[in-house]
């Protein structure tokens, strides 16, 4: 047997990834064996209290691959084991999330199941093995693929980077292609030259085979012995069917079979048993040659298992990264960076604004069932980014985390149910987002350590089985964080030193704190213990923080507010939830005896009018980045715009004149035609009819110059405006302004001026250069004035005081661009409709939209302010001008 001959190149092999995270670069000494399966134990542990497997199972849902659902399902994704590491997976999600579209990932299997199975010397299917082609073919059109893209820009080039060094195993793929035909899953006859003179000399036995069990069938149908000629297999031979009543016919013959009625004897004529013997050694002589084939082929993948297995870890490694760009989209993640020792960040190793608990966001972001089932979501949710992801979401709270460099403990404080155990979740989670590579849900750039350990002591750690109440408990957890923690780690405990004596509880707590203040990078820790508030005022390494508590709804609000210390409002709680009222009078009784002055309520109602002022505060300068963001987008839209302006005047010059030697030629030729009619109608007409003629060609030709003159109406344009009179609010077009629309906003002086404003800008203007608009009850506009109006980009916007809600929403000028417009001229209805809708869902709040619907038959203009009038985004409309009824500009709320 000679298989079809190719030259194999097996690569040496290469490591797989390791998901473990083990770091002791603060220890004096190696770490022992006890100290790193500790290490490994709480930190699987304080992985599955930050929920860290529903983290990855919601990524999950964006792979693209089997690999790689199964590696996020099973909480394998892959943790930055170094700063460095986890900088190289960010900067792939980075890559990914620049994609315009997600690459394609069809053909690729999980085959290493199919590997082993050959390296253990099983041998393999056919199925199986067009199942590895299919990988190797599909892995190489990846990276061709991505090496496309990466042509293009080298921000690309780190996901480019992780197929750089495989081994595509294309004289494999070749070979297996050569020999097996994946469509039919067949081994073809090129395979080897052995079975291809097999299959020939099969054929032709068949052949002869067939042709004789066809004439004595024939024959014995012409007998009366069958019914109609019938030539069949039974036990792996061929034969005829014949009547029991006539298999006299086939004297010695070899009956295979009887049906089940016993009126049919299935024979084997004597002539055909040495063609059926042939046939049957044929069949098992092909068989083993395909067998041997199919061994060779197993062989073969066998000898490369090690760079399959290789390249299957990179495809995953390119899978997740997809998929951890796909989830930061939707999500609207934003890239951390990894702060140094320094302090470039305003001081701060931890500045994170807006943070959002990425497993709570499925409540407003919606469920990812559908898109786990279906991995053509990762497309959908690719082109969805500047949809519902664009909004900013009122649920979760957002929160800020804001942590110096030189804090080492922070104390947050507040009431029960008002977020401080999910405040410290999501710092926690997000600390191991960016180890992973992962974008983090929160505003402008995010910015915190690399933690070597993550370690959390959160929840009831009793334990019946290990005789472990619930304070012995939480104790012996913090007691082995303290044996493992560095200068790199961040601790997380909460209620710490609850469950005891509450004097030995704070004095417990309180070594504790001072323990660990010089042992780790940060530790945060929640209480109701006052008194670890005060640690703040002897030590600058601590740092108080408190969650937020409105005392007119008597709700937390599940903001932290920084430098702050909280109140447990008990009280207020109970009184909120139905308490009964003679026991609430009689505990503030209590507490008025233990608070002596009533100094605890003047601090309370300073904290109080302290919110309300940085509440205020807050909104006004809101208000003020809102304007300042929308002035700057203007300003950048029309800077791009003015840009153009050289390339358009030349392009309408151009057309321009293309259009008149268009004309030109136009009316050379209607002359030319006129002309020759005269010409030929002279010679045969008679002396009376030759002034008749000449009128009637004069006439025509006066025509056609009429038609291709342009009037000029400067002097009535003089005359309107000579005899202009303007009063307060009319709208004018001023020709000081370019022939801009403005509003008269001051009656005009004895020296022929008056004030306009346009837009926001208010000068003064000479009358004798403005022209009024006509309205529509009077006469009709021309289409030159109209032409004018339609060219008015800018307009005045009203007062923000006299807009309803101006404290909420703030629009800048109302000036139309390419970006802020839609043209639903020449739709349909539906169209038109879907289209609207879509831009009204996309545009951020307190934009203004321009909507060109035109007029024709009316139809668009009618549902588009149906539409307007019922959308709840849309705060009001109105029509661009009065006198353009074409254009309506709609506010977003």
Not at 3 to 27: D, G, Y
Not at 173 to 183: A, L, P
Not at 394 to 409: A, L, N, Q, Y
Not at 886 to 892: E, M, Q, R
């Given at each position: 047997?000679?298989?079809?001959?190719?030259?194999?190149?097996?690569?040496?092999?290469?490591?797989?990834?390791?998901?473990?995270?083990?770091?002791?670069?603060?220890?004096?000494?190696p770490p022992t064996s006890h100290q790193l399966k500790l290490a490994d134990s709480l930190q699987l542990q304080t992985l599955n209290i930050l929920e860290w497997p529903s983290v990855c199972n919601q990524l999950s849902a964006f792979t693209s691959t089997t690999m790689g659902s199964s590696a996020a399902r099973g909480g394998q994704v892959v943790i930055g084991r170094s700063p460095q590491e986890s900088r190289r997976l960010l900067d792939q999600t980075s890559a990914a999330f620049a994609l315009h579209l997600p690459p394609d990932f069809s053909g690729i299997e999980d085959v290493s199941e199919v590997v082993e199975s050959a390296v253990s010397g099983q041998l393999l299917s056919i199925r199986e093995i067009c199942a590895v082609k299919r990988t190797l073919w599909s892995a190489r059109a990846l990276f061709e693929k991505l090496e496309k893209i990466g042509e293009q820009s080298?921000?690309?080039?780190?996901?480019?980077?992780?197929?750089?060094?495989?081994?595509?195993?294309?004289?494999?793929?070749?070979?297996?292609?050569?020999?097996?035909?994946?469509?039919?899953?067949?081994?073809?006859?090129?395979?080897?030259?052995?079975?291809?003179?097999?299959?020939?000399?099969?054929?032709?036995?068949?052949?002869?085979?067939d042709t004789l069990l066809k004439g004595i069938s024939t024959k014995i149908y012409q007998a009366g012995g069958i019914d109609k000629p019938l030539v069949t297999k039974r036990r792996s031979r061929m034969c005829v069917g014949v009547k029991a009543s006539h298999k006299s016919l086939l004297p010695n013959g070899v009956v295979l079979d009887v049906s089940s009625s016993g009126a049919t004897y299935f024979t084997e004529p004597r002539d055909a048993v040495d063609l059926n013997n042939m046939e049957v050694r044929l069949s098992n002589a092909e068989r083993a040659e395909e067998q041997a084939i199919l061994g060779l082929l197993a062989s073969e993948i066998a000898q490369s298992g090690s760079d399959i297995k290789y390249l299957l870890d990179k495809v995953l490694e390119v899978d997740l990264a997809i998929a951890r760009a796909a989830h930061a989209r939707w999500m609207n993640g934003k890239c951390p960076v990894i702060s140094s020792g320094g302090f470039e960040n305003d001081g701060l190793s931890i500045n994170i604004e807006g943070i959002q608990h990425p497993l709570l966001l499925e409540t407003s972001l919606g469920s990812l069932t559908g898109h786990a089932t279906s991995k053509s979501g990762n497309s959908i949710m690719w082109c969805e980014e500047n949809g519902v992801m664009g909004q900013s979401l009122?649920?979760?709270?957002?929160?800020?985390?804001?942590?110096?460099?030189?804090?080492?403990?922070v104390v947050i404080s507040g009431p029960n149910t008002g977020g401080k155990t999910a405040s410290m979740k999501t710092l926690g989670v997000a600390s191991i987002?960016?180890?992973?590579?992962?974008?983090?849900?929160?505003?402008?750039?995010?910015?915190?350590?690399?933690?070597?350990?993550?370690?959390?002591?959160?929840?009831?750690?009793?334990?019946?089985?290990?005789?472990?109440?619930?304070?012995?408990?939480?104790?012996?957890?913090?007691?082995?964080?303290?044996?493992?923690?560095?200068?790199?780690?961040?601790?997380?405990?909460?209620?710490?030193?609850?469950?005891?004596?509450?004097?030995?509880?704070?004095?417990?707590?309180?070594?504790?704190?001072?323990?660990?203040?010089?042992?780790?990078?940060?530790?945060?820790?929640?209480?109701?213990?006052?008194?670890?508030?005060?640690?703040?005022?002897?030590?600058?390494?601590?740092?108080?923080?408190?969650?937020?508590?409105?005392l007119q709804t008597l709700q937390p609000t599940y903001r932290i507010l920084w430098g702050s210390t909280g109140e447990s409002n008990a009280l207020n709680i109970a009184k909120s939830i139905g308490f009964d009222e003679k026991v609430v009078a009689r505990a503030e009784t209590w507490v008025k005896r233990l608070m002596p002055d009533k100094a605890e309520k003047r601090r309370g109602l300073l904290y109080q009018s302290l919110m309300e002022e940085k509440n205020r505060l807050e909104v006004q300068a809101n208000r003020a980045e809102r304007i300042y963001s929308n002035v700057m987008d203007l300003y950048n839209e029309i800077k791009e715009e003015a840009n153009d302006l050289p390339k358009r005047e030349t392009a309408l010059k151009a057309k321009e004149a293309q259009k008149t030697r268009k004309e030109i030629i136009t009316m050379k030729s209607q002359l030319e035609t006129i002309v020759k009619e005269y010409e030929a109608k002279i010679a045969t007409a008679s002396i009376d009819q030759l002034n008749t003629l000449l009128k009637e060609s004069e006439s025509a030709i006066s025509s056609i110059i009429e038609a291709h003159c342009y009037t000029e109406e400067s002097s009535a344009t003089?005359?309107?405006?000579?005899?202009?009179?303007?009063?307060?609010?009319?709208?004018?077009?001023?020709?000081?302004?370019?022939?801009?629309?403005?509003?008269?906003?001051?009656?005009?002086?004895?020296?022929?001026?008056?004030?306009?404003?346009?837009?926001?800008?208010?000068?003064?203007?000479?009358?004798?250069?403005?022209?009024?608009?006509?309205?529509?009850?009077?006469?009709?506009?021309?289409?030159?004035?109209?032409?004018?109006?339609?060219?008015?980009?800018?307009?005045?916007?009203?007062?923000?005081?006299?807009?309803?809600?101006?404290?909420?929403?703030?629009?800048?000028?109302?000036?139309?661009?390419?970006?802020?417009?839609?043209?639903?001229?020449?739709?349909?209805?539906?169209?038109?409709?879907?289209?609207?809708?879509?831009?009204?869902?996309?545009?951020?709040?307190?934009?203004?939209?321009?909507?060109?619907?035109?007029?024709?038959?009316?139809?668009?203009?009618?549902?588009?302010?149906?539409?307007?009038?019922?959308?709840?985004?849309?705060?009001?409309?109105?029509?661009?001008?009065?006198?353009?009824?074409?254009?309506?500009?709609?506010?977003?709320?």
């Open positions: 047997m000679n298989l079809c001959n190719f030259v194999f190149f097996i690569s040496p092999t290469k490591p797989s990834l390791t998901l473990t995270t083990r770091s002791f670069k603060c220890s004096s000494s080298e921000r690309y080039y780190p996901l480019l980077e992780i197929l750089q060094n495989c081994n595509f195993l294309t004289e494999l793929e070749q070979k297996i292609d050569y020999c097996i035909d994946s469509k039919f899953l067949v081994i073809l006859d090129r395979a080897s030259e052995d079975l291809e003179i097999i299959r020939l000399e099969r054929k032709s036995n068949m052949d002869d085979l009122t649920f979760p709270v957002p929160i800020d985390i804001k942590v110096e460099h030189e804090t080492r403990v987002m960016l180890k992973a590579g992962m974008f983090l849900p929160a505003r402008n750039h995010p910015t915190l350590p690399w933690f070597d350990f993550i370690l959390a002591d959160i929840g009831d750690s009793q334990s019946l089985e290990q005789s472990l109440s619930t304070f012995s408990g939480h104790l012996s957890r913090i007691c082995k964080m303290l044996e493992v923690t560095t200068k790199q780690s961040l601790i997380l405990i909460d209620e710490i030193g609850s469950g005891t004596d509450p004097s030995e509880g704070v004095a417990l707590s309180t070594s504790i704190l001072e323990y660990l203040k010089d042992k780790v990078n940060l530790a945060v820790i929640t209480t109701h213990y006052a008194d670890l508030s005060l640690l703040k005022k002897k030590d600058s390494q601590y740092e108080n923080a408190a969650m937020e508590f409105s003089d005359a309107e405006a000579s005899s202009l009179s303007v009063k307060l609010g009319d709208q004018v077009i001023v020709r000081e302004l370019g022939n801009k629309l403005a509003t008269i906003v001051e009656p005009p002086g004895t020296d022929g001026t008056t004030l306009v404003q346009y837009g926001k800008i208010r000068v003064r203007a000479n009358v004798s250069g403005m022209r009024g608009i006509q309205s529509s009850s009077d006469t009709a506009p021309t289409p030159n004035s109209q032409s004018q109006i339609k060219k008015q980009r800018i307009k005045s916007l009203k007062n923000l005081s006299e807009v309803k809600n101006s404290e909420e929403i703030v629009y800048g000028p109302a000036v139309q661009t390419s970006k802020n417009t839609v043209d639903l001229r020449g739709m349909r209805v539906e169209e038109a409709s879907h289209n609207l809708n879509l831009a009204l869902s996309t545009f951020r709040p307190g934009s203004v939209l321009f909507i060109i619907h035109g007029m024709g038959t009316g139809v668009v203009k009618e549902s588009v302010l149906q539409i307007l009038k019922k959308h709840p985004r849309v705060l009001k409309f109105e029509q661009e001008s009065p006198t353009n009824y074409g254009c309506t500009v709609a506010y977003i709320k």
